[in-house]
């Protein structure tokens, strides 16, 4: 791919892999709590970057207007995203493992289809009309530096 599609891929192959060593924990274990908010912080810094920044960038490049483009079933994934994360946060407090596991489940479903999409559309686009300055800039715009994984 490029500059910007290769990080991309890297980030959602560390969210992946965040998101299932979440789904072999034991949810009543403490550190399913720990990878839950872990996974939580990079999730949300990944779809600002995306919403905020790399989205909009696409649609105002290829002249895509009022939900016209392919970034709207992104745009739709991440919002079933956030609502999947809240379901399992709402079941985290209620101390209900089953329906964390069942929602995680539905989560990581859906995270596999958003990657997919997003791989064949926007991401290899996307290097050919950012610069790797306004990249750079962005890195530490959403995420606060430009490798942005600990």
């Known amino acids: 791919m490029g500059l910007i599609g290769d990080f991309m891929d890297a980030d959602h192959e560390f969210l992946d892999k965040l998101w299932l060593e979440f789904l072999k924990e034991d949810v009543e274990n403490d550190n399913a709590s720990v990878l839950f908010k872990r ?3 990079y999730i949300s810094m990944h779809i600002s970057l995306e919403d905020n920044f790399l989205f909009p ?3 105002e ?3 895509f207007e009022n939900e016209t483009g392919p970034t709207t079933v992104a745009h ?3 919002g079933n995203i956030i609502k999947l994360m809240d379901m399992i946060k709402e079941n985290f407090l209620n101390d209900d493992v089953e329906n964390s596991k069942v929602n995680g489940r539905h989560l990581h479903e859906a995270l596999e289809k958003h990657r997919r999409r997003e791989l064949e559309i ?3 686009l996307l290097d050919d009309f950012i610069s790797s300055k ?3 800039e ?3 715009k959403f995420y606060g530096k430009e490798t942005p994984r600990e």
């Open 138 to 140: 962005a890195l530490m």
């Open 61 to 63: 490049h290829f002249g």
């Open 39 to 41: 996974f939580q912080k």
């Open 57 to 59: 960038r696409f649609d």
């Open 76 to 78: 739709r994934d991440h």
């Open 134 to 136: 306004e990249w750079r």
């Open 122 to 124: 926007q991401y290899k």
